[in-house]
C-alpha cells in the first residue's frame, strides 16, 4: 500500500487548511487511516485516526474541536481538516494505514511520505 499525503502549506495563525491522503488500493473495511505529525525536535505524535467501517474517529486532546478527519472510501482518501490553527501546529503531517483505531505509532503499518504544515504570521 502506498499513500500520497498533500494539502500542506503556509497558513496564517486562526487559519484553516484541508490535507489529503489518497492510498493506492481501498483497504478493507476494517482498516484504519491515521494522521501523524511530527515537529522539529519534536517526537512523532497522534492527531486523528479514523476506521472505515462505522466511520469510528478518534482524535489527540490538543487537536480536539479544531480538526476534523474523513474520509472518501471509494475514493480511498482520507481528509484531515484542520482549523483555528495555531503555531504548535507546524510539523511535518503524515498519514498511515493500520488494522486498530488507536494513537500509537507502532499499530500502522504503511506510512505516507508527509506533507509540511506551517502556520506563522
Known amino acids: 500500500v502506498q499513500l500520497q499525503a498533500s494539502g500542506g502549506g503556509l497558513v496564517q495563525p486562526g487559519g484553516s487548511l484541508r490535507l489529503s491522503c489518497t492510498a493506492s488500493?481501498?483497504?478493507?473495511?476494517?482498516?484504519?487511516m491515521g494522521w501523524f505529525r511530527q515537529a522539529p525536535g519534536k517526537n512523532r505524535e497522534f492527531v486523528a485516526c479514523?476506521?472505515?467501517?462505522?466511520?469510528?474517529?478518534q482524535y489527540a486532546d490538543s487537536v480536539k474541536g479544531r480538526f476534523t478527519i474523513s474520509g472518501d472510501y471509494a475514493a480511498a482518501t482520507v481528509y484531515l481538516q484542520i482549523n483555528d490553527s495555531n503555531p504548535e501546529d507546524t510539523a511535518v503531517y503524515y498519514c498511515?494505514?493500520?488494522?486498530?483505531?488507536?494513537?500509537?505509532?507502532?499499530?500502522?503499518?504503511?506510512w505516507g511520505q508527509g506533507t509540511q504544515v506551517t502556520v506563522s504570521s
Open positions: 498511515a494505514v493500520g488494522g486498530t483505531v488507536t494513537s500509537e505509532s507502532s499499530s500502522y503499518r504503511y
Open positions: 479514523l476506521r472505515w467501517g462505522g466511520m469510528r474517529t
Open positions: 488500493v481501498r483497504a478493507y473495511s476494517t482498516y484504519v
